[in-house]
């Protein structure tokens, strides 16, 4: 079998060359798993890496969240992401005009050297993928954007007919690599994949082993059936990072999701 066999539609529609590298590693290393490395130390960050690497295709960051984030061992954390075969993902949810976005991606932090993909809010216009682009553009290199299409918090105010106006807008843009969905809900998934079509990604947060509630409104759906509904990853934090044992954990988390892929 290869990459093409197992994600089939999704493979052959794919424009862009960053969702043909996530399928190739996710069909490499079987798993859809995009790690939320939430964590608020580079030792922690390094250490979660180091356990989970083998069983996740994607590294989600929060880079504003570390207390000691500094320069050199970002480039060291990063590089030793890519020695793992793992797409970055900065999940800055970037909101504002394009110019200010395409400026954001630099600063202290200098995303737009290190990132593969970012999110972002489509609340202030379409500009806002111009921007980030711009920024990458620039720096010389490639990236893509997941737009919030959905979200898994309770009380969101990310109606239908906003997740339509956002799918409508994101659909055929290039720079544009997919949709951020609901992990929570089945049902919604399946909607936003018939919005959708074939060709861009739909990546899922809130999917947790243990459904339900989770802290401060986050809700959670299970990862098989995430899957099984269209998505294409399932990004888990707490799930892994708070367990026991991260590595069997992220292990569990694969299997499901390959399983559904299979299945799928
Ligand atoms: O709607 C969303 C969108 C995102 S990107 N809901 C989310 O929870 N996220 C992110 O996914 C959130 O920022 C966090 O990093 C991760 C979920 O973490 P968990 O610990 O609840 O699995």
């Given at each position: 079998m290869e990459a093409s066999d197992a994600w089939k539609m999704r493979w052959h529609a794919a424009t862009l060359p960053a969702a043909k590298s996530y399928m190739e590693v996710a069909f490499e290393k079987k798993t859809l798993v995009c790690l939320a490395a939430d964590k608020y130390t580079m030792a922690e960050l390094f250490d979660l890496l180091e356990a989970v690497g083998p069983h996740i295709a994607a590294l989600k960051t929060h880079?504003?969240?570390?207390?000691?984030?500094?320069k050199e061992e970002w480039g060291r954390f990063c590089e030793r992401a890519k020695e793992m075969n793992l797409l970055i993902f900065e999940d800055r949810k970037f909101a504002d005009i394009g110019k200010i976005s395409q400026k954001q991606m630099g600063g202290i932090y200098n995303i737009q050297q290190w990132s593969d993909l970012v999110t972002a809010h489509m609340i202030s216009g379409p500009d806002v993928v111009d921007g980030v682009q711009t920024a990458w553009a620039k720096a010389s290199r490639t990236g893509g954007v997941l737009l919030l299409a959905q979200m898994s918090s309770r009380g969101n105010l990310l109606d239908e007919a906003y997740t339509e106006t956002v799918v409508k807008a994101g659909k055929n843009h290039p720079g544009v690599f997919g949709f951020i969905g609901n992990g929570s809900l089945p049902d919604s998934i399946r909607h936003l994949r018939k919005m959708v079509g074939e060709e861009k990604m739909i990546w899922t947060p809130g999917v947790n082993i243990a459904t339900g509630d989770g802290e401060m409104g986050q809700r959670y759906g299970d990862p098989y059936e995430a899957v099984l509904s269209g998505s294409d990853c399932i990004i888990v934090g707490s799930g892994i990072h708070n367990s026991e044992n991260p590595a069997d954990a992220a292990a569990a988390y694969a299997r499901a999701s390959w399983k559904a892929l299979m299945e799928r």
């Open positions: 880079v504003d969240l570390v207390d000691d984030w500094n």
